[in-house]
C-alpha cells in the first residue's frame, strides 16, 4: 500500500475502457496506475514495489494477452492479487493462477469493487 492506500494497476488497450477502470478504482478509493499493454504493465512492476492488485483485460496487442500476464506476474511477484477481464472469451478461472478472479465484460462495477475489496482484505 502506498500513503495508506491500496495501489491498482490497470491493464487495457482501449482507451476509453481504460479510463473508465481508472476512474471505478479511483471512486472505489484506491491509488491507481494505468498501462496499455502487458510490455509496459511488467515496466511498471519493475519499477514499483507497491501495486497490490492488477487488473488486466485479455485481448491486448504486444508480447502477450493477459492471460499470459497473470501468470507471469504470479511466478515473479507472488503477493500481487489478480484481476483478468474479457469481452471476448470466456476464461475457466482454473486456466488462471491461483487466487485470480475472472469477469465477462461488460462487468457491474460493483462486482469489480467488491473482488478488488475482498483480495486487497486477503480475502479470496
Known amino acids: 500500500m502506498h500513503n495508506g492506500k491500496a495501489v491498482v494497476l490497470v491493464?487495457?488497450?482501449?482507451?476509453?475502457i481504460r479510463m473508465g477502470a481508472i476512474d471505478l478504482v479511483v471512486s472505489a478509493g484506491y491509488e491507481a496506475l494505468e498501462?496499455?499493454?502487458?510490455?509496459?504493465?511488467?515496466?511498471?512492476?519493475?519499477l514499483r514495489d507497491d501495486v497490490d492488485l492488477v487488473f488486466t483485460d485479455v485481448d491486448m496487442p504486444g508480447t502477450m494477452d493477459g492471460i499470459r500476464l497473470a501468470h507471469y506476474i504470479r511466478?515473479?511477484?507472488?503477493?500481487?492479487?489478480?484481476?483478468?477481464a474479457s469481452g471476448a472469451?470466456?476464461?475457466?478461472?482454473s486456466s488462471l493462477p491461483?487466487?485470480?478472479?475472472?469477469?465477462?465484460k461488460p462487468y457491474h462495477d460493483h462486482a469489480i469493487t467488491d473482488a478488488m475489496a475482498r483480495m486487497l482484505a486477503g480475502n479470496p
Open 11 to 16: 491493464v487495457e488497450d482501449s482507451p476509453i
Open 75 to 84: 511466478d515473479r511477484w507472488p503477493p500481487v492479487r489478480l484481476l483478468v
Open 89 to 93: 472469451a470466456i476464461i475457466e478461472e
Open 98 to 104: 491461483l487466487g485470480s478472479k475472472f469477469f465477462s
Open 35 to 46: 498501462a496499455q499493454d502487458a510490455d509496459e504493465a511488467i515496466r511498471i512492476l519493475e
